[in-house]
Nanobody, 121 residues
Framework: QVQLVESGGGLVQAGDSLRLSCAAS????????MAWFRQAPGKERDIVAA????????YHADSVKGRFTISRDNVKNTMYLQMNSLKPEDTAVYYC??????????????WGQGTQVTVSS
């Protein structure tokens, strides 16, 4: 089991940027895919972005494509989500997740506690 801790959330204005981090411990970070999800109040948890073990294959949801960028540093055991041009509709709790395998498969085995991102208009 992998322990995941998110950080970097906060309150920003529309158009600002934030970078979320997800620090992993207790497993072989470089061997599994990772993802960011978000959940707004009253809504389901949706995937935002994902990447494979090496970071050379990525996925970004249409709603964030061109504004958010997922990346990872396998030396630091950390995944990132660079969020630019933030919009009020990006307001949500953001969660990181670790996959059961090295490639993006849609199966996520471990989850962090989440970090709140609030974007004011």
């Amino acid at each position: 089991q992998v322990q995941l801790v998110e950080s970097g959330g906060g309150l920003v204005q529309a158009g600002d940027s934030l970078r979320l981090s997800c620090a992993a411990s207790g497993g072989t970070f470089s061997s599994y895919a990772m993802a960011w999800f978000r959940q707004a109040p009253g809504k389901e948890r949706d995937i935002v972005a994902a990447l494979n073990w090496s970071g050379d294959r990525t996925y970004h949801a249409d709603s964030v494509k061109g504004r958010f960028t997922i990346s990872r540093d396998n030396v630091k055991n950390t995944m990132y989500l660079q969020m630019n041009s933030l919009k009020p509709e990006d307001t949500a709790v953001y969660y990181c997740a670790a996959g059961g395998g090295s490639e993006i498969s849609g199966k996520w085995a471990d989850w962090g506690q989440g970090t709140q991102v609030t974007v004011s208009s």
